[in-house]
């Protein structure tokens, strides 16, 4: 049986090699790839309500199935001005990964945490990078505004930037089905072609679905764990 023999200069020239090879895989992926920040809540008890307690609040730097960067933060329940947290964790995931270019920023809904809502336009204006926000399910604004109106002395305001954006929002048939979305920045033709990208097995953009299940299960991590309970978030 004849056996083969190569050099150590011979391996490390091929390893060289290899490794240049991945390290431009993964230039021309930082690239080539629509990245998008995809933003998510995770789970809260019940009685966490009406700033009882805290959740968590995701945000994922990721393009289709691949996650680059993860940043977390705790969002009181109910919060009255969540625009501070998302757009400090926009920011902390774009710094440090400046080498790229983010595409988009996803979001389900504009409601956090309760009824925390959110104003895409305002974060829009914040970083210049498009808004995707996608409603899971038809929204009823009269009963929003009523339990709205029963909880919060600032109901106007939420409730004005809830109808707002779903009214802005649009049918887009995509290849894995209709979403309802919220497109700011974006023709809706590229709303739709940056979706569609990031789309895998399922309707939602695999960043946001990568989102929602980090954000649940640390929900329910902390929960259990009786860990954000009364935090004092700044």
């Avoid at 008890?45 to 307690?53: A, N, R």
């Avoid at 940043?71 to 001005?81: A, H, P």
């Avoid at 595409?103 to 959110?118: H, K, L, N, P, Q």
Wanted: proline share 3%.
């Amino acid at each position: 049986m004849k056996v083969s023999r190569i050099s150590s200069q011979e391996v490390f020239l091929k390893s060289n090699t290899i490794s240049c090879e991945l390290d431009e895989n993964i230039d021309n992926m930082k690239r080539s790839c629509e990245w998008a920040v995809a933003i998510d809540d995770g789970y809260f008890p019940f009685h966490y309500k009406s700033g009882k307690g805290s959740a968590p609040l995701i945000a994922v730097l990721g393009c289709r199935e691949v996650i680059k960067d993860v940043s977390i933060t705790l969002i009181q329940v109910d919060e009255k001005d969540p625009d501070k947290h998302v757009i400090a964790l926009i920011k902390d995931l774009v710094e440090r990964n400046s080498d790229i270019n983010v595409s988009s920023i996803m979001s389900d809904s504009v409601i956090f945490a309760g009824f925390s809502v959110y104003d895409p336009w305002l974060v829009y204006e914040y970083f210049k990078i498009p808004i995707i926000a996608l409603f899971s399910h038809p929204l009823d604004l009269l009963r929003i505004r009523s339990a709205l109106k029963s909880h919060f002395i600032d109901h106007e305001r939420r409730f004005a930037l809830i109808e707002r954006a779903y009214l802005n929002s649009i049918r887009i048939k995509t290849l894995r089905g209709v979403l309802r979305v919220l497109c700011i920045g974006f023709s809706v033709e590229r709303c739709r072609e940056n979706i569609m990208y990031n789309q895998t097995f399922h309707k939602y953009p695999q960043p946001l679905n990568s989102a929602d299940i980090i954000a649940s299960a640390l929900g329910r991590f902390l929960a259990d764990k009786s860990f954000f309970k009364k935090i004092d978030l700044g």
